[in-house]
């Protein structure tokens, strides 16, 4: 992987490929990914960008899926490779070509019997605050780990996700009893931080300390599915529709660009369906 970091600072193409990401607005995590996507291109086919044609992407991506890359690397691929020709180069090579649609794997979604298990299992303090944020807000975890204080609104109990993914600000809700425990937990903070959750020096929690903080209480609540700061954005939008509320307000919590994102979740709310009677119950 270092390597790779070192050919994509050398290659002057991948450089203003970054650039232009940059530009664009994609997030760290995208612009890292399709740099090394054109790079690993390029050391395939060791061509000028300009020399490439449909036949080469191809090859390339044949190539990928007979290595074992699922259909939504592919996609992934595809349109890391698309940026980089059509709107750097003006070459529409890849617009002819198809990709598998991606595999439609429906979310891991917790009972609130088990959301009650896993939070009881995570450390008090911080920790727990904090996947009760997750859950009961519905934020991502790059969102949670990147919340300053200023924006969270105990009184109104509402907070603010500043650029979001989309680059798009939004509203969430916040719990009535998280913010009692949240705005006790911040008064008596030690070490003052201009973020939400922080490490005992107040610098930022990184989504990786999540990630793991996550795993630990999944383990010690004796849950056998695999569960993710994810799983809670899952769990909260699925038990919010299993309550009624409208999907249009749950895509808009969720900061989902397309009603059809947040659609999923029809499928994986059971608790409605199994509600509803069979006509041939009534004949």
């Not at 979604?109 to 944020?133: I, P, S, Y």
């Not at 699925?238 to 509320?245: C, D, I, R, S």
């Amino acid at each position: 992987m270092q390597d790779n970091q070192k050919e994509q600072e050398i290659n002057p193409h991948i450089k203003r490929f970054k650039q232009e990401l940059i530009i664009s607005g994609y997030s760290q995590k995208t612009i890292k990914m399709y740099c090394l996507y054109l790079q690993e291109l390029l050391n395939y086919l060791k061509k000028e960008p300009i020399q490439i044609n449909r036949e080469d992407v191809v090859g390339y991506l044949a190539e990928k899926k007979g290595n074992g890359a699922s259909n939504a690397t592919l996609a992934l691929i595809h349109a890391s490779l698309k940026f980089f020709f059509h709107t750097i180069l003006k070459l529409k090579i890849i617009d002819e070509i198809k990709t598998p649609k991606k595999n439609k794997h429906l979310p891991t979604v917790l009972t609130k019997d088990e959301m009650k298990e896993l939070l009881k299992a995570t450390k008090k303090g911080r920790n727990r605050l904090l996947l009760q944020f997750i859950y009961s807000s519905g934020v991502r975890v790059s969102e949670a780990a990147n919340m300053k204080l200023e924006e969270i609104n105990f009184k109104e109990k509402i907070g603010k996700v500043k650029s979001g993914k989309g680059d798009k600000d939004r509203i969430i809700i916040l719990s009535k009893n998280w913010c009692k425990l949240a705005k006790n937990y911040v008064d008596r903070k030690k070490v003052k931080s201009p973020w939400l959750f922080s490490k005992k020096n107040g610098k930022k929690l990184s989504s990786d300390s999540i990630q793991r903080m996550v795993r630990k209480a999944t383990k010690k609540a004796g849950i056998t599915k695999i569960v993710t700061p994810h799983t809670l954005r899952h769990s909260f939008a699925t038990h919010l529709l299993e309550a009624g509320v409208n999907i249009r307000n749950i895509q808009e919590l969720l900061g989902h660009a397309s009603l059809n994102t947040t659609q999923i979740y029809t499928h994986v709310s059971t608790e409605q369906l199994k509600k509803v009677e069979s006509p041939f119950d009534k004949l």
